[in-house]
Nanobody, 120 residues
Framework: QVRLVESGGGLVQPGGSLRLSCAASGSIFSIRTMGWYRQAPGKQRELVAAIRSGDITSYADSVKGRFTISGDNAKNTVYLQMNSLKPEDTAVYYC???????WGRGSEYWGQGTQVTVSS
């Protein structure tokens, strides 16, 4: 069994910063990619940022220059540093990971989501 546990969401004023964390645990053999998605009310879930083997990162155009994704391989943890937050960043943020388990099964896993609200 594999679990993704997120933390770090909350309420912040426009221009502020938040740092999200997502820790993967369980029967993990390897992690190919980890990333963050978000879903605002009435909108589709969208990819925010991802990191894969070799620390190769990718970002949605809307967050480039403001958000930074990083990972700690030893802890199976991914972080999302969010700076210069805007009201349009308000959403539920979900951690996502592409993981191969110790019994050889590759699957996509999701965290439970953490609310980020940007408002004055």
């Amino acid at each position: 069994q594999v679990r993704l546990v997120e933390s770090g969401g909350g309420l912040v004023q426009p221009g502020g910063s938040l740092r999200l964390s997502c820790a993967a645990s369980g029967s993990i053999f390897s992690i190919r990619t980890m990333g963050w998605y978000r879903q605002a009310p009435g909108k589709q879930r969208e990819l925010v940022a991802a990191i894969r083997s070799g620390d190769i990162t990718s970002y949605a155009d809307s967050v480039k220059g403001r958000f930074t994704i990083s990972g700690d391989n030893a802890k199976n943890t991914v972080y999302l540093q969010m700076n210069s937050l805007k009201p349009e960043d308000t959403a539920v943020y979900y951690c996502n990971a592409d993981i191969t388990t110790t019994w050889g099964r590759g699957s996509e896993y999701w965290g439970q989501g953490t609310q980020v609200t940007v408002s004055s």
